[in-house]
């Protein structure tokens, strides 16, 4: 099946840094590709959704200055969170999306953990 | 390599009950989620099991046998508004979580 892959798996920083988070989809091309947030034990949260070529479209409440995204190439979106606070530590999730005989499917990542010092 | 199997898709009729398996092979296990996702919509959390056994919350139950790699979901006394694909993840040994491909669920009258 498609494979998305998300680097760092799990990165620590420092409060007032910018850390960049990748999401690549390995064996197909994503025109979208969503970013969420998820809290311990809670659904996820959709921050943003990702369009390759084109600005993200936010969800309401999202920042779009502190939570930078780019999806560059249709393989690759970068979340950027620009100087992290510790309310910031969390688990994120990319997803992209991808269509194929007549299916409109998303396939997840497998997080990224964020924790903010 | 991990990987977790559930079926593509299931066709049930409302008012009856549903399972829906999940089976997993992952480097360590910390935990197996259960979503649920409506066509067009970010996945809502339906349960998390750690432990072995059966875990009731309303309509919806999961269950979990760690030692056969094996869990499901079972939803009782379908609505036609449970049509949605539900999700399996596994956290890993390093916390990562590893993703069933979704199993759409269609409820027909």
């Known amino acids: 099946g498609a494979v998305v892959s998300q680097h760092p798996s799990r990165v620590i920083c420092k409060s007032g840094t910018s850390v960049k988070i990748e999401c690549r989809s390995l064996?197909?091309?994503?025109?979208?590709m969503f970013w969420y947030r998820q809290f311990p034990k809670k659904s996820l949260m959709l921050m943003a959704t990702s369009n390759e070529g084109s600005k993200a479209t936010y969800e309401q409440g999202v920042e779009k200055d502190k939570f930078l995204i780019n999806h560059a190439s249709l393989t690759l979106s970068t979340l950027t969170v620009t100087s992290a606070h510790p309310e910031d530590s969390s688990f994120y999730i990319c997803?992209?999306?991808?269509?194929?005989?007549?299916?409109?499917?998303?396939?997840f990542g497998p997080g990224t953990r964020l924790t903010v010092l | 390599g991990q990987n977790i199997d559930q079926p593509t898709e299931m066709t049930a009729t409302e008012g009856a009950i549903v399972q829906i398996n999940c089976t997993y092979q992952t480097s360590g296990f910390n935990g197996l989620f259960w979503y649920q996702q409506h066509a067009g919509e970010a996945p809502t959390f339906l349960s998390y099991n750690v432990l072995d056994g059966l875990e009731e919350k309303g309509r919806f139950s999961s269950f979990l046998s760690r030692s056969k790699g094996y869990s499901y979901l079972l939803l009782k006394e379908l609505q036609m508004k449970d049509s949605a694909s539900y999700l399996c993840?596994?956290?890993?040994?390093?916390?990562?979580?590893?993703w069933g491909a979704g199993t759409k669920l269609i409820i027909k009258p």
């Open positions: 997803s992209a999306r991808a269509y194929g005989g007549g299916a409109d499917t998303q396939y």
């Open positions: 993840a596994v956290l890993d040994s390093n916390y990562q979580l590893i």
């Open positions: 064996d197909f091309q994503a025109t979208t």
